[in-house]
């Protein structure tokens, strides 16, 4: 058995299909259906661009190379729905092979099945409202064969289309991180305007499309982990370049601290300095977008690395 076209559009749907490759929020290069070096279809470079033809041909190929045999291992005699909800899971999670909803589903306790596949609802140690809303859908079709997904209504033109409708918590969130990094939502619409969606793309080397796709939000997580902890890392690493090795010296200097402890002081300072040269290589693409206007070719080959 192999996933349904269906099933393909459910999958695409959740993980949003990019043309152009992106840094995921941890900053793994991204492109297509979700599609990382780690699939062993595709290795993304900077700047790399694919038809829809060709994400349709890489992701057929990594389900068929890496998903759909494990899900035909653990879900055997599924039915066509069935399969498709569990390589959906597998493409998220990897876990089919230790997923105890799989167990509770081969002995058709359906209420089981449910409550242990809803408990695969975290991301970095958190609940996330949108594999909340994943995993509720992937149920649904694994129990009853209901493929969510119809087109989004046609909306307010200035209102950016989001390609996962937001909940109104995740577009609060989303309308505040645009705001934080300077890029103005809008007052009084139901969403993000689309020009500053626009704007935020082609600041960051996006497909200008001005639609809140997987690209899109995973750079502006980026962006906003990068201001906190470089905000972080350099209140830390400024008070200690500015306090400790004077303290220290002050102190072996009256007798009342070893002097070695000056040694131990300025260690911390190198420690903060070689942080903040970690988050700022990590982090290439944030500064990027930052000296884009007044040094592009600086920009650019930042990105290329």
Do not use: C
Request: charged share 25%.
């Amino acid at each position: 058995m192999h996933t349904s076209e269906k099933g393909v559009a459910f999958l695409e749907r959740h993980e949003g299909v990019v043309l152009k490759a992106y840094r995921d929020a941890v900053g793994v290069l991204t492109i297509g259906a979700g599609l990382t070096k780690a699939s062993g279809v595709v290795d993304p470079k900077p700047g790399m661009t694919i038809t829809r033809e060709e994400a349709s041909r890489l992701l057929a190929l990594a389900l068929e190379r890496n998903y759909e045999p494990a899900v035909r291992d653990e879900m055997p005699r599924a039915e066509q729905h069935e399969f498709d909800a569990g390589v959906s899971f597998h493409f998220n999670t990897g876990a089919i092979a230790r997923a105890s909803w799989v167990d509770a589903w081969l002995l058709g306790e359906w209420d089981l099945a449910r409550s242990k596949l809803l408990l695969w609802n975290k991301g970095g140690g958190k609940v996330l409202p949108g594999l909340v809303r994943r995993r509720g859908e992937e149920f649904t079709l694994l129990r009853w064969g209901v493929y969510h997904g119809a087109p989004p209504a046609a909306g307010d033109v200035r209102v950016a289309r989001e390609v996962v409708p937001l909940d109104p918590t995740e577009l609060a969130a989303v309308r505040t991180g645009f705001a934080s990094l300077g890029y103005d939502p809008g007052e009084g619409l139901a969403g993000v305007a689309v020009e500053v969606v626009r704007a935020f793309q082609a600041d960051h080397d996006l497909t200008v499309d001005g639609i809140i796709g997987r690209a899109t939000l995973s750079t502006l997580q980026r962006m906003l982990d990068a201001r906190k902890k470089a905000a972080t890392t350099a209140a830390v690493g400024g008070g200690a370049g500015t306090t400790a090795p004077i303290a220290a010296e002050t102190a072996a200097a009256a007798g009342d601290f070893p002097a070695w402890a000056e040694w131990v002081a300025w260690a911390v300072v190198a420690l903060a300095l070689a942080r903040l040269a970690w988050l700022a290589w990590s982090y290439r693409d944030a500064i990027a977008a930052r000296v884009q206007g007044v040094a592009p070719g600086l920009a650019a080959r930042l990105r290329r690395v």
